[in-house]
């Protein structure tokens, strides 16, 4: 299947600071990749939908000034948590969507994130 | 919205034995359903999915089956191995025919 990467792979920053998490579609062009938060043991949650070219469009009770969005190429998307807080601390997965088969969406490795 | 329920939570299996997980789905429209395998610390892998112009596909040895009637599919594992053990997540489409929306996930443990 196609890869996509995340970087980084694990972060931790304190209390406060932004990060940023760059999903990179290797071998294929996205148009439209997603974001989902994981915690330990749940499902995924889809947070927002990153359309290139344009603005996100945000899943409900997600802050789009805290987590801004921005895909600025076809093979990049990225997430900046700002002023993180410890209860941001979760698994962050990005996903690309195969513009050759709609459907199919390919996963990044993630990027696990500890505010401290 | 679409909403997915998954069962079960937990399946454990002996070696050699099938394993199925069940998903079914709320939106008559949705057409897409992808099951995904997660491992520990990783993101999900694709490994198997079906349009709702079929039944049922096989890869080997996963297969999944839909039922459009009674919205729901299946995922099928036969001659389990201990590395088939991870966390299992089934997914539809959404009204937006966009996002996906994924099922709890089942925990699947392999003994040998």
């Known amino acids: 299947g196609a890869v996509v990467s995340q970087h980084p792979s694990r972060v931790i920053c304190k209390s406060g600071t932004s990060v940023k998490i760059e999903c990179r579609s290797l071998d294929f062009q996205a148009t439209t990749m997603f974001w989902y938060r994981q915690f330990p043991k749940k499902s995924l949650m889809l947070m927002a939908t990153s359309n290139e070219g344009s603005k996100a469009t945000y899943e409900q009770g997600v802050e789009k000034d805290k987590f801004l969005i921005n895909h600025a190429s076809l093979t990049l998307s990225t997430l900046t948590v700002t002023s993180a807080h410890p209860e941001d601390s979760s698994f962050y997965i990005c996903?690309?969507?195969?513009?050759?088969?709609?459907?199919?969406?390919?996963f990044g490795p993630g990027t696990r994130l500890l505010v401290l | 919205g679409e909403n997915v329920e998954q069962h079960p939570s937990t399946l454990s299996v002996q070696e050699g034995d099938s394993a199925v997980i069940k998903c079914t789905y709320s939106?008559?429209?949705?057409?897409?359903f992808p099951w995904y395998k997660q491992e520990l610390g990783k993101g999900p892998q694709l490994i198997i999915d079906i349009r709702s112009n079929v039944g049922e596909k096989k890869d080997q040895r996963i297969a999944v089956t839909l039922n459009k009637t009674a919205k729901h599919f299946s995922l099928h594992i036969t001659e389990t191995q201990p590395e088939d053990s991870a966390v299992y997540f089934c997914?539809?489409?959404?009204?937006?025919?966009?996002?996906?929306?994924f099922g709890k996930g089942t925990t699947l443990s392999v003994s040998s």
């Open positions: 939106d008559s429209a949705s057409n897409y």
């Open positions: 996903s690309a969507r195969d513009p050759y088969r709609q459907e199919t969406q390919y």
């Open positions: 997914a539809a489409h959404n009204q937006a025919g966009t996002a996906l929306i």
